[in-house]
Nanobody, 126 residues
């Protein structure tokens, strides 16, 4: 599976963005997708994930209610809508994939994932 994250940019606080994670590979349709972010000078952190079999989504508490993950299986693309952006949301955002269905706790862990995209930068000005 190869992943390409896009959609980042410079926005003002309160604005919205849509990030895309386009994938290729025969197993993408059976893959769970996670989104992570790495703020400047900080460690990578879990943002949200979507499970492959039932499209169940999970979110970090810091983004719950503001970010929404969805999947378009026909386009082999997973989206994450970022609404009501805050300066603390600024980071490089990565999508990652792992084949199969995973428990909620496992999907929060970076080492669960086998494939990673290159990241897309989100900058939020106050």
């Amino acid at each position: 599976v190869q992943l390409q994250a896009s959609g980042g940019g410079l926005v003002q606080a309160g604005d919205s963005l849509r990030l895309s994670c386009a994938a290729s590979g025969p197993t993408f349709s059976r893959s769970s997708i996670g989104w992570f972010r790495q703020p400047p000078g900080k460690e990578r952190e879990f943002v949200g994930a979507i499970n492959w079999s039932d499209d169940m989504t999970y979110y970090a508490d810091s983004v719950k209610g503001r970010f929404t993950i969805s999947r378009d299986k026909a386009k082999n693309t997973v989206y994450m809508d970022l609404n009501s952006l805050k300066p603390e949301d600024a980071a490089v955002y990565y999508c990652a994939a792992v084949e199969g269905y995973w428990l909620k706790l496992s999907m929060r862990i970076p080492s669960t994932y086998d494939y990673w995209g290159q990241g897309t930068l989100v900058t939020v000005s106050s």
